[in-house]
């Protein structure tokens, strides 16, 4: 096991690995290993945060980061939601599109002298399965060689069948072929347009299988997660029964979503469940990202991240995801039940719709904002 079987687990190396190593999954569950742990976190990263690396990465050995893939993978199984898988896959696929970033930009003496961490594209590409569908551009002339560590091209060809595969689920016009640059059946995509289609193709493996079948959730390694899946269930299950909610009256938040903006606003960066939180509940109140941004400008949320995490928590029908209860907000330290709250509601979204109930004369930030 290698620390680059650490980082990218859905290559066949990693597979590979794992089976000569002759772990026994099962045995390492009923003996609560570390990589149990840190299976766990990799769900629940995936679902609150839109990615699976540790925030504690110096806490796990290599072999656990491994291992804790495939634990991973039941886990997710056992929740029975598509929209889980769906969310983990893309969790693992943004990851390890920013670790290839990562290593591409790092590339020369420090992976030379560890040369088992990091992956070049060349051999990501292969691995998908799409070597021949992609090919670098290099300045004043297209080859099918590769540009040299710290030379990374800024264009590239991706065959047109590979292309509309891999691009059919993105957003935005720019993406239609009839916009596109083509030529001998390939389309000409830029650096970061790539990785976007990458990243697709690795969502897509990650998701191969998914969910396994045969799982009998009272039996085997199913019951030795049982403490696991009931921590991811309730993340998954605390849903409201409050009405569609169109209307953005800060005076009227909850308090701990008020505390979480105060903290953004003072400079201080939100931990991933706080940012979850926060966003959660703002898209719950009917707001876009783009009003999102506009609400958060003068905050540490980044632009970026306020669009990635929007674009992840909603779905057709509305918010995939509500904000945690108040309760599960408690136990990760955020809501401290200021203004004994709880017996107004005791979750933010029942919190807020029963404050705009009772509210009179209250102007929706939009309009405010419109106006200056």
Request: with cysteine; charged share 30%; net charge negative.
């Amino acid at each position: 096991m290698t620390p680059r079987d650490a980082r990218y687990p859905f290559l066949a190396a990693a597979r590979a690995a794992v089976t000569e190593a002759g772990v026994d999954l099962a045995e390492l569950v009923a003996t609560d290993e570390p990589a149990v742990d840190r299976g766990r976190e990799r769900v629940e990263r995936a679902l609150l945060a839109g990615r699976v690396d540790s925030e504690t990465p110096d806490q796990w050995r290599v072999e656990d980061e491994l291992l804790s893939y495939p634990i991973a993978r039941i886990l997710v199984s056992l929740l029975d939601s598509p929209a889980a898988v769906e969310k983990y896959a893309a969790a693992e696929a943004k990851t390890a599109i920013e670790r290839l970033q990562d290593d591409l930009e790092n590339a020369g003496d420090e992976l030379r002298s560890t040369p088992s961490a990091g992956i070049d594209r060349e051999t990501l590409i292969t691995e998908l399965g799409l070597e021949g569908s992609i090919r670098p551009e290099r300045e004043g002339a297209t080859t099918t060689g590769d540009a040299t560590a710290g030379d990374e091209p800024a264009w590239f060809h991706v065959g047109v069948g590979t292309y509309l595969e891999l691009a059919s689920g993105a957003r935005g016009d720019g993406w239609r072929l009839v916009n596109r640059e083509l030529s001998d059946g390939a389309v000409r995509v830029e650096r970061e347009e790539l990785f976007r289609l990458l990243r697709t193709a690795i969502r897509r493996r990650v998701a191969e299988g998914l969910p396994f079948d045969g799982l009998n959730e009272d039996e085997g390694i199913a019951a030795e997660l049982e403490a696991e899946l009931t921590d991811l269930r309730r993340l998954l299950s605390e849903r409201t029964r409050v009405g569609e909610i169109d209307f953005v009256a800060r005076e009227l938040f909850p308090p701990c979503i008020e505390n979480l903006l105060q903290k953004a606003e003072d400079g201080i960066e939100l931990e991933g469940f706080e940012q979850f939180t926060l966003m959660a509940f703002l898209t719950g109140i009917g707001m876009d990202a783009d009003e999102i941004v506009a609400f958060c400008a003068a905050s540490s949320l980044e632009p970026e991240g306020i669009r990635y995490q929007t674009e992840y928590l909603k779905a057709d029908r509305g918010t995939q995801y509500p904000p945690p209860s108040c309760e599960t907000l408690s136990a990760y330290g955020i809501c401290h039940n200021e203004d004994d709250h709880w017996k107004v509601a005791g979750h933010p979204l029942e919190y807020y719709q029963q404050q705009l109930e009772t509210a009179d004369d209250v102007v929706d930030w939009r309009e405010q904002a419109a106006d200056d």
